[in-house]
């Protein structure tokens, strides 16, 4: 079965604390992809990241970052530094060679207070 | 990444009434597909718009009830059908080229039906 797993429901810092957010996933196919998105209040799905299963160099942008493990399925977001305008819906996702559908986590809804 | 846009961007309905939403992207896209995310969910695909043939519908997804147009490589149409109350949630239209890229959202449709 494939299936994205994001345990945190919510979470809830203050400014400037570091934040990661989980995310495991279940795939038999040795060819997939993995997504993170952000939805913010205004609901549009606003794109951070893809990886693919072959690539598992870490990545950093700015102050977000991604770590991948395939030895324990698992794609977590780490935000350093956190800010208010970080305070979104963050969904983690996963597609393979099936026509492109994403199946998505249930989403981590974090919330960065001054 | 493409520009997507949907219209109408939000809606209010009577139960019983049925409203299309339209995704238009600009540029030539491959794939298309339909998501729906009911209040504080996360995105479930509805089917995958197939341009020139019936739409891919998942499993819990009927034709009669969300029928999807896609008549060319830019533009396709999601019908929410007999509404209901139960039909309250934001629709989106995603993009893609391939497989392996990444896939791009529109910005939401929100539905309320009364």
């Known amino acids: 079965a494939q299936k994205v797993t994001q345990a945190q429901t919510e979470i809830s810092v203050v400014e400037k604390e570091d934040v990661t957010l989980d995310c495991v996933y279940e795939?038999?196919?040795?060819?997939?992809?993995l997504f993170w998105y952000k939805q913010p209040p205004s609901g549009e799905l606003v794109f951070l990241i893809r990886?693919?299963?072959?690539?598992?160099q870490n990545e950093i942008s700015g102050r977000y970052s991604w770590n991948f493990q395939k030895s324990t399925s698992s794609f977590n977001f780490t935000i350093t530094a956190s800010q208010v305008v970080d305070s979104a819906v963050y969904f983690c996702?996963?597609?393979?060679?099936?026509?492109?559908?994403?199946?998505f986590g249930q989403g981590t809804e974090l919330s960065v207070k001054p | 990444s493409a520009v997507i846009s949907q219209k109408p961007s939000r809606d209010i309905c009577q139960r019983g009434t049925s409203l299309t939403i339209q995704c238009q992207v600009d540029s030539q896209v491959t794939m298309m597909f339909w998501y729906r995310q009911q209040p504080g969910q996360s995105l479930t695909l509805i089917a995958t718009?197939?341009?020139?043939?019936?739409?891919?519908?998942e499993s819990g997804f009927v034709i009669d009830k969300f029928p999807i147009s896609r008549p060319n490589l830019t533009f396709s149409t999601l019908t929410v059908s007999n509404m209901s109350p139960e039909d309250s949630s934001i629709y989106l239209c995603?993009?893609?080229?391939?497989?392996?890229?990444?896939?791009?959202f529109g910005p939401g449709t929100r539905l309320l039906v009364l």
């Open positions: 795939t038999r196919d040795t060819t997939y992809y």
């Open positions: 990886r693919n299963s072959f690539d598992e």
């Open positions: 996702a996963l597609t393979f060679n099936q026509g492109g559908k994403l199946i």
């Open positions: 718009a197939n341009q020139g043939s019936e739409a891919t519908y």
């Open positions: 995603s993009v893609g080229r391939l497989i392996q890229e990444t896939q791009y």
